[in-house]
């Protein structure tokens, strides 16, 4: 089965920086890989998704690598703001299922302070 | 439009007893997911229902664990004889396969207390 890594301490930096979440994997490497934002209190929120012949995937201030040599994911927030303190999903499609069942990660919790 | 919503928000039940989670997907999704999130761990988990096909149960940790989706839309996921490491809370989530986007919908949750 799928396990995925991330940073379960929590990551705190000051706003404007940038922010950077890993999740690494083992076993096969996914069709896909997609990042969630999770708020206390709330479900899981979508972000980006990259498919295993995509490099990097941008949208607005976020940043998603995926690296299938190093079974690796990096995930950016340039310019970050207080409002992007969340903890963040990584989550891996379960070995080319056709019903897109997702494996998760911990999350690693960002805490940005002004 | 409508998220998915889930039914009841908190529920704190005594070991032993059964109880049922409600969800209500987005209409139109024709996939929809039961997770589990325990204190500070990530999802797992637990059943897949896609349209009319059986429903993928891999992930339901015992039997006393079972979920049905009446009328490809709403789930009732029940746990018999609730233990008190069914503590946690369970997420449903909703996708539309049909644009290939793969994106999961979630509710927010159901808190499940079991004493």
């Known amino acids: 089965s799928q396990k995925i890594e991330q940073n379960s301490e929590a990551l705190n930096i000051q706003e404007g920086k940038t922010a950077t979440l890993t999740c690494n994997y083992t076993?096969?490497?996914?069709?896909?890989l997609q990042w969630y934002r999770q708020d206390p209190g709330r479900g899981p929120v979508f972000l980006l998704l990259?498919?295993?012949?995509?490099k990097e995937k941008r949208k607005e201030r976020l940043k998603v690598t995926f690296d299938t040599t190093l079974k690796q994911s990096l995930f950016h927030i340039t310019a970050s703001q207080p409002a992007d303190s969340a903890t963040y999903l990584c989550?891996?499609?379960?070995?080319?299922?056709?019903?897109?069942?997702?494996?998760f990660g911990g999350g690693t919790r960002l805490m940005v302070k002004p | 439009g409508a998220g998915v919503s889930q039914s009841p928000s908190n529920k704190v039940t005594e070991k032993g007893k059964d109880v049922e989670l409600r969800c209500d997907p987005i209409?139109?999704?024709?996939?929809l997911y039961w997770y589990r999130q325990s204190l500070g761990q990530g999802l797992e988990f637990l059943i897949y229902?896609?349209?009319?096909?059986?429903?993928?149960k891999s992930g339901l940790p015992s039997d006393r664990f079972s979920a049905e989706r009446t009328g490809g839309s709403v789930s009732t996921l029940t746990i018999q004889r609730t233990q008190q490491e069914d503590s946690a809370v369970y997420l449903c989530?909703?996708?539309?396969?049909?644009?290939?986007?793969?994106?999961?919908?979630f509710g927010p949750g159901t808190r499940l207390t079991v004493t």
């Open positions: 989530a909703s996708s539309s396969l049909s644009d290939a986007s793969y994106e999961q919908y």
């Open positions: 076993n096969y490497s996914p069709a896909y």
């Open positions: 990259i498919r295993e012949n995509e």
């Open positions: 989550a891996l499609d379960q070995n080319n299922n056709a019903g897109n069942m997702l494996t």
């Open positions: 209409s139109g999704h024709t996939a």
């Open positions: 229902f896609q349209g009319n096909s059986a429903p993928d």
